[in-house]
């Protein structure tokens, strides 16, 4: 097998989330597990342009690493002070193996083939059609057209924006209080 670029990015945007991913659910500091949750994202948004699917790729940057992952840094940062003292040991561990074990075999199961060639000629009769020709592909510039147009999305896109605004305010009052 040649290792191409485009097998070398997805190898990379692939560690990325999964090694992200994982980091975010083992970190024991909640400020260093949001980091690596906008890791996995940038992963995530690196597959989206593999997939030759930009808008995706950059709803998933501006959306969820600049809008969402950064709130969920500002939620811990304004939280930080009313917490106590955090304990750093879990005793839980030996059952969260267990069940994770327990699912990963059952996922094993459930997608390993047991020998049934009925599904093997289903797919290849499937695979002998192609049905990307029947796909209508839709531009980033007529997204675009259809969100800002009167029958599109202008209203709930001025109602979204006004609430983030509120919101933001809202913090703003919020962690001025606790300085004064």
Do not use: K
Not at 79 to 87: A, F, Y
Not at 96 to 106: D, E, N, T
Not at 111 to 130: H, I, K, M, R
Not at 141 to 164: D, H, Q, Y
């Amino acid at each position: 097998m040649e290792l191409t670029w485009e097998s070398l990015a997805f190898l990379i945007f692939s560690v990325l989330s999964l090694g992200g991913g994982l980091a975010v659910v083992t970190l024991r500091n909640l400020f260093h597990s949001a980091l690596m949750l906008m890791l996995s994202l940038f992963g995530t948004a690196g597959l989206f342009v593999l997939l030759v699917a930009p808008f995706l790729a950059a709803v998933q940057v501006l959306v969820y690493i600049g809008a969402i992952a950064i709130l969920i840094l500002f939620a811990i940062m304004l939280t930080r002070t009313i917490m106590g003292v955090q304990t750093t040991y879990n005793s839980q561990w030996i059952g969260s193996a267990i069940a994770a074990l327990l699912v990963f075999g059952l996922l094993l199961l459930t997608f390993t083939p047991l020998g049934d060639d009925v599904f093997d000629e289903q797919l290849s009769a499937n695979l002998e059609e192609d049905p990307v020709d029947d796909v209508d592909y839709v531009t980033v510039e007529e997204i675009g057209i259809a969100f800002s147009t009167r029958a599109g999305f202008v209203l709930p896109f001025e109602i979204v924006s006004l609430l983030l605004t509120a919101a933001l305010i809202g913090a703003i009052v919020v962690a001025r209080e606790d300085e004064a």
